[in-house]
């Protein structure tokens, strides 16, 4: 790491995860931590967070102290604008493909609040593919004022038809499945617009992350999904990796397949493949990046 003045320069990049093409998928910052930069205290993590305003910035540095080149075991925390999350996949997407730009390793393993995440590396196509916990969702752990009809989820998907909602504890997830009743229920999902303002009035229990909202797919992926975030300073993430160790295992049951396609149908928009391995609770969920800005963070000595 450089000094310059009364600053550290520290390598930072912004990547594109979920998708092949610049500015698609969900971009995340990744900020590259070398010794001199550690300890690094948690409200200037933060205050870098708010400065990038993405929906998620990645703190990456090496377990054992040696050069991102050669270093395969990592520490890895993630910070929205507004808060530090226990689990994002696409930003640890984005931080292993912040490390292969430098590093000719298969295998990344990265120490997380979730425990130990794997990212392979496909040499032949590019496709990164991520170990992530399993995380099941359940009807009978839905927070009172959460269910179906409740002023919640009329906020977040108004009057389209709810087939059944259901609360991932560990993550703090809602899951909302939505009734497909056709072609004029996608359009009307693609073209939701939920109230944030009454999403986060009707919740401050802390209880609530995210609301994911579901529809079956179409043919071509198994599964669409949304997903809003208000109470972590996300509006709408525009392609969510840990949604899908919530999505993959539903799915999975409810159409009797482990490997499944989806996409995410945000603006930007998102491609996964998922895999759930039910029997050693694990979902992978893989997809491309693509690096779209690469510099230094200037980081104030004093801090």
């Known amino acids: ?62 377990s054992d102290g040696s050069d991102f080149s050669t270093c395969t075991q990592f520490g890895l925390r993630w910070f929205t604008p507004a808060t530090e999350v226990v689990l994002c996949g696409h930003a640890t997407l984005a931080a292993a493909a912040a490390v292969y730009r430098q590093n000719p390793a298969s295998e990344l393993r990265f120490d997380t609040l979730s425990g130990e995440l794997v990212v392979t590396r496909q040499e032949a196509t590019g496709l990164l593919s991520m170990d992530l916990p399993l995380m099941e969702a359940s009807a009978a752990a839905v927070p009172p004022g959460m269910g179906p009809g409740s002023t919640l989820v009329q906020a977040a998907v108004g009057n389209l038809a709810v087939e059944e909602v259901r609360y991932a504890p560990s993550l703090k997830y809602l899951l909302v499945v ?41 043919g071509v ?22 949604a899908h160790a919530v999505l993959g295992p539903y799915w999975a049951v409810r159409l009797g397949k482990p490997q499944l396609r989806a996409r995410q149908c945000s603006g930007r928009g998102g491609e996964l493949q998922v895999e759930v391995k039910a029997d050693a609770g694990r979902v992978v969920v893989a997809g491309h990046a693509v690096t779209v800005f690469e510099g230094h963070l200037l980081l104030p000595k004093a801090a």
Not at 40 to 59: M, Y
Not at 178 to 204: I, M
Not at 206 to 217: A, F, K, N, R
Not at 221 to 242: C, K, L, M, Q, Y
């Open 221 to 242: 992926h198994d599964f669409h999904s949304r997903f809003f975030a208000p109470w972590a300073g996300i509006a709408e993430d525009p392609v969510t990796g840990s």
């Open 178 to 218: 939505l009734r497909n009743d056709g072609e004029s229920t996608r359009q009307a999902f693609l073209s939701l617009q939920p109230d944030n303002q009454a999403l986060g009035a009707a919740h401050t229990e802390g209880q609530l992350v995210g609301v994911i909202v579901t529809l079956q797919g179409d």
């Open 1 to 62: 790491m450089s000094a310059q003045g009364s600053t550290l320069a520290l390598r930072c990049y912004q990547i594109d995860a979920f998708t092949d093409q610049a500015f698609g998928g969900n971009a995340a910052a990744v900020v590259l931590l070398k010794p001199e930069a550690l300890p690094l205290d948690d409200a200037v993590r933060q205050a870098i967070a708010a400065e990038k305003n993405l929906s998620e910035t990645a703190f990456l540095e090496c």
